[in-house]
């Protein structure tokens, strides 16, 4: 009984582990990026016309 108990907990543990491992992974890949500033779009716009 107590092995199959211990077993179980490795197992979960493991998992735990492991999708955090996963999900930090993907969040360090995200690639951000920052919206212009209004002035920015306001002068390229009066340049354009």
């Given amino acids: 009984m107590m092995v199959t108990v211990s077993i179980i907990s490795v197992i ?5 582990i492991g ?3 996963l999900t930090t992974s993907k969040g360090y890949a995200y690639k951000h990026t920052i919206d212009p500033l209004p002035q920015e ?3 390229k716009s009066n340049n354009n016309d």
């Fill in 12 to 16: 979960i543990v493991a998992l735990v």
């Fill in 19 to 21: 999708l955090s491992l």
């Fill in 41 to 43: 779009t306001e002068e």
